[in-house]
């Protein structure tokens, strides 16, 4: 089974890091993760303002993540960051790991 990284970059304002480190560790990640739909996480940091969570999962669990999942996660944040933030969501194919 092919295995995939759905990767969500996110860019904030510095102003609202602290608070935005804390509700991803502390609920938005683990939202996500308990769908079940996910193997595991990583979440990144690039420099003040960016930051990544890649999500490994394989293409069926992909699916019924943005199917039956994602809205609802995705309002959830937007509700806690409705300003200074830009979000950017791509999957990327896993050719090789160890």
Do not use: C, W
């Not at 979000?87 to 790991?97: A, G, M, N, V």
Request: no cysteine; proline share 1%; charged share 30%.
């Amino acid at each position: 089974m092919k295995m995939l990284i759905y990767q969500v970059e996110i860019k904030i304002s510095e102003n609202i890091a602290e608070r935005f480190e804390n509700y991803m560790i502390k609920q938005h990640i683990l939202d996500v993760m308990a769908t079940g739909l996910f193997q595991r996480y990583v979440f990144s940091k690039e420099d003040f303002q960016t930051y990544q969570v890649q999500y490994f999962t394989d293409q069926r669990s992909l699916s019924l993540y943005l199917e039956k999942e994602a809205s609802r996660l995705r309002a959830d944040f937007m509700r806690n960051f409705p300003d200074d933030v830009i979000i950017e969501r791509r999957t990327l194919e896993i050719l090789s790991s160890s």
